[in-house]
């Protein structure tokens, strides 16, 4: 049973088109975390949310934490063959804890 | 840019034999991890350190897999023996308490 569902689990896109990942999960976290992973290469942080209900923006990566911190979502606007790579979401249940992973969205973005 | 260290970042070898992987954290990190990553579970957490006593390792196959931090400096992860079920990335991570994790560049393991 995956703690963290994402969806989609492939995206062939366009250069120029928008996308939102979404990150799922019936627990409740205290932190939810986004990274970027590129082939042979460990996970980057992108970025953290821990408010519920927060949006976090990052050039043109917008990152919303639900309501009830049980859900998130990335949204790339005007995606670019820069941005192709596998997102993964994490979740945590307390500070410095281990992260839940969900399963990654492969991204990739043809120019 | 200080950086989590893995080695090797490869390894190839028979089923049977002993492998042994480490990792050389952050200076200064105190939480060291180790994950496994397969394309069918994704990323998963085998075990976890913190001021180098085990916190948790409750992802990891008792029977064969070991991990220790001999000091601040390194982290082991051993399998003894492999098995072709092992095959996988194995990443590690360090950081704080309250800060994120930094990941290393992980050991890509090949059980024949």
């Known amino acids: 049973t995956q703690l963290l569902e994402q969806s989609p689990q492939f995206l062939s896109i366009q250069e120029g088109e928008n996308l939102t990942v979404y990150c799922n999960s019936s627990?409740?976290?205290?932190?939810l975390q986004w990274y970027r992973q590129e082939p042979g290469e460990g996970p980057v942080l992108l970025v953290t949310?821990?408010?519920?209900?927060e949006v976090k923006k990052l050039k043109r990566l917008t990152f919303q934490f639900g309501d009830a911190r049980k859900d998130s979502s990335l949204h790339i606007t005007a995606a670019q063959p820069g941005d192709t790579g596998l997102y993964l979401c994490?979740?945590?249940?307390?500070?410095?804890?281990?992260?839940?992973f969900g399963q990654g969205t492969e991204l990739s973005v043809k120019p | 840019d200080a950086r989590v260290t893995q080695t090797p970042r490869h390894k190839v070898t028979e089923m049977g034999q002993e492998v042994t992987m480490r990792c050389q954290p952050i200076?200064?990190?105190?939480?060291v991890f180790w994950y496994r990553q397969t394309m069918m579970q994704g990323l998963e957490l085998l075990a976890y350190?913190?001021?180098?006593?085990?916190?948790?390792d409750s992802g990891m196959p008792k029977d064969r897999f070991s991990a220790e931090m001999p000091d601040a400096t390194l982290a082991t992860l051993k399998i003894q023996p492999s098995e072709p079920r092992d095959s996988a990335v194995y990443f590690c991570?360090?950081?704080?308490?309250?800060?994120?994790?930094?990941f290393g560049d992980g050991t890509r393991l090949s059980i024949l």
């Open positions: 994490a979740g945590q249940y307390n500070q410095g804890g281990k992260l839940i």
């Open positions: 991570a360090s950081g704080l308490v309250h800060q994120p994790q930094h």
């Open positions: 350190f913190r001021n180098r006593a085990p916190l948790d």
């Open positions: 200076l200064g990190h105190n939480t």
């Open positions: 949310v821990v408010t519920g209900g």
């Open positions: 627990s409740v976290f205290s932190s």
